[in-house]
């Protein structure tokens, strides 16, 4: 079954397919949870089912069966797929039991042997994910890339291609997942949640809170994160049209990088009514932006976008928050843009 929200992603790869272009290297991206393997399966269905992706053959349900992200039992270094001629290459389980975070090269070693014995039919070899080679790793697999093999295809699923090496990245074809906030992809949201919780939520609201990855809707609902974040958002606006508020923000504690991209959407959609130049649904919202300058906006998307890449360095993360803050609180009239400056410090 294919998502709606792969739709343009797959169409793109059917072209490829029907015009014979399919690369030896193919690199799928999309940010956590889009569903980069499930649309790996496809991929497959597509190019081993002599049915057109059955997904009732005996090759189909081989590949459905596969799930490699569970068979943690042993540790190997690579692990075969039901489907005989297909094999998954992913970081493996430690002696201490957790996940390491490495590909290694003696894995990509095992891998691309592996792949390297002539054969009739398609070889198929699937990393995932490749933003977690070591260099050593990425090194290896770079030799394989550059000497492809007849009936051979190399499938990298990558959450963030600016850790790959551009010499990978010049060696793959990529196709990307995006997010997607379609009516389609909301309806299907809209399946997955039982009738009782439907009649508490708009998906496509749930849609726009888990930032256009419907999984990761469903995962928020099922923890509190999506009524966390409905009132980290209530109170975000709140403190753009009373400034007062601020003092209410100890329940951004502990979340300040959530919190930090909540307000980075909100911005967005400000930036988006701005531009389209009618109101959208929030009515906070419509009120904040009607007051707040493009060129203000802007300045502080650039500032909240730097604190959320910053939030992965030492950086003391509730001081930086606090002082977006204090600019969003008086976003709607400022003067003068004024300069953040922790952001110097670092
Ligand atoms: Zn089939």
Redesign the pocket.
Known sequence: MMFPWHKKASDKLEKMIEQNHLPHALLITGVEKIGKFNFTQNLI?KLV?S?S?????E??TALNNDDPLLELDHSVLIRRSHYPNLIYCRTELNDSGSMSKDIRVDQIRAFCESLGKTAETLQIGVIFYADQMNNNAANSLLKTLEEPRKNTLIILLAHNIDRLPATILSRCQSVHINPSYENETAQWLANQIGEDTRADFDPMQLLDSAHGVPHKALDDLEGDFYFQYQSWQNLLLEIALSPTKIKNTEIFSDNELDVLKCLQHLINEGIKIKVLNHDGANLELNKVIEKTSFNHLFRLLDDTNRAISLSQTTVNIKLLLDNILVVWSHITNLSKYPAITNFQEH
């Open positions: 269905k089912c049915n992706s059955c997904n009732q053959c090759l189909c």
